[in-house]
């Protein structure tokens, strides 16, 4: 893979890594009701999401927003970053763009931290940057990428020009842009 790490990112470094890895809670155990309509595990310490709402989830480090809004969350909770990758759900938004989601999602998760990636539904926006971060850190093809994604979120359905887009990360993940 000609995969080049974006470097100009905010380094996941200075952001204290939790105490412990943050285990995933046994659905329904131990976590409070959700303002999201949709929560889904995607992988230990990996959760897809549609709007948040006041609360981000109980455990979780790290909110990767890429709606139209952004958060507005009340005090008292355990975030370290919160990041607003603003997308509109149509046109793709660029090879660069995707790549440094993946940088985000890929270097908090070195570091142990639980993260969610959301939109207003959890079915394009979001299904966009983790079929890329599957494609890119588990060197799935597409169709893989999105069985798998689908397996977890059965409402993961990117629009079809995120697919073209998607499609076009795959030539270059293989080595062919």
């Known amino acids: 893979m000609n995969?080049?790490?974006?470097?100009?990112?905010?380094?996941?470094?200075?952001?204290?890594?939790?105490?412990?890895p943050a285990a995933a809670p046994e659905p329904g155990a131990g976590r409070p009701q959700l303002d999201a309509e949709r929560l889904y595990e995607i992988e230990p310490g990996l959760f897809q999401a549609?709007?948040?709402?006041?609360?981000?989830?109980?455990?979780?480090?790290?909110v990767v927003n890429v709606s139209d809004q952004p958060n507005e969350f009340l005090?008292?909770?355990e975030l370290v970053a919160v990041l607003h990758m603003p997308l509109a759900d149509h046109a793709f938004p660029g090879i660069d763009w995707l790549e440094l989601a993946v940088d985000i999602i890929t270097r908090f998760r070195r570091k142990n931290?639980?993260?969610?990636?959301?939109?207003?539904?959890?079915?394009?926006?979001?299904?966009l940057v983790l079929l890329g971060y599957f494609?890119?850190?588990?060197?799935?093809n597409l169709e893989e990428?999105?069985?798998d994604l689908q397996s977890k979120?059965?409402?993961?359905?990117?629009?079809?020009r995120f697919l073209t887009?998607?499609?076009?990360?795959?030539k270059k993940l293989e080595g062919g842009a």
Request: net charge negative; proline share 12%; charged share 15%.
């Open 3 to 20: 995969y080049q790490p974006n470097n100009n990112l905010p380094d996941a470094a200075q952001v204290p890594a939790p105490a412990q």
């Open 50 to 62: 549609s709007s948040l709402g006041a609360y981000p989830p109980h455990g979780v480090h790290v």
């Open 75 to 77: 005090p008292g909770h």
């Open 113 to 127: 931290h639980t993260v969610v990636v959301h939109c207003d539904s959890a079915e394009s926006r979001s299904t």
């Open 135 to 140: 494609m890119r850190e588990r060197a799935f």
């Open 145 to 147: 990428a999105l069985k």
């Open 153 to 160: 979120n059965p409402h993961a359905d990117p629009n079809h």
């Open 165 to 170: 887009g998607l499609e076009e990360y795959e």
